[in-house]
């Protein structure tokens, strides 16, 4: 069982920015994503990135979020700019092995107007 550990959530105002990480506990990864889940509504793919270097961002956060990942520290971020309200949100990590697909507790983000 891959274990991820998520931090870098909090309140923050809109407009401003705020950097997710998350570790895991394992170094062969293929893809690496993160998800958010809003109050109410199901879980929807931020961001991915693959072990080419490929990245896929949802429409909403293109050109203000950026994914990035270290291999060497098994570890994915999750740069995000230019906040707004609609953010708001738990994010999650989800980390994908030859052998499993692994999701990290969640980290709240919110942003205030």
């Known amino acids: 069982q891959v274990q991820l550990v998520e931090s870098g959530g909090g309140l923050v105002q809109a407009g401003g920015s705020l950097t997710l990480s998350c570790a895991a506990s394992?170094?062969?990864?293929?893809?690496m994503a993160w998800y958010r889940q809003a109050p109410g509504k199901q879980r929807e793919l931020v961001a991915s990135?693959?072990?080419?270097?490929?990245?896929n961002y949802a429409d909403p956060v293109k050109g203000r979020f950026t994914i990035s990942r270290d291999d060497a520290r098994s570890t994915v971020y999750l740069k995000m700019n230019s906040l707004k309200p609609e953010d708001t949100a738990v994010y999650y990590c989800?980390?994908?092995?030859?052998?499993?697909?692994?999701w990290g507790q969640g980290t709240q983000v919110t942003v205030s107007s």
């Open positions: 990135t693959t072990t080419t270097g490929h990245t």
């Open positions: 989800n980390v994908k092995t030859h052998f499993s697909a692994s």
């Open positions: 394992v170094s062969t990864i293929n893809s």
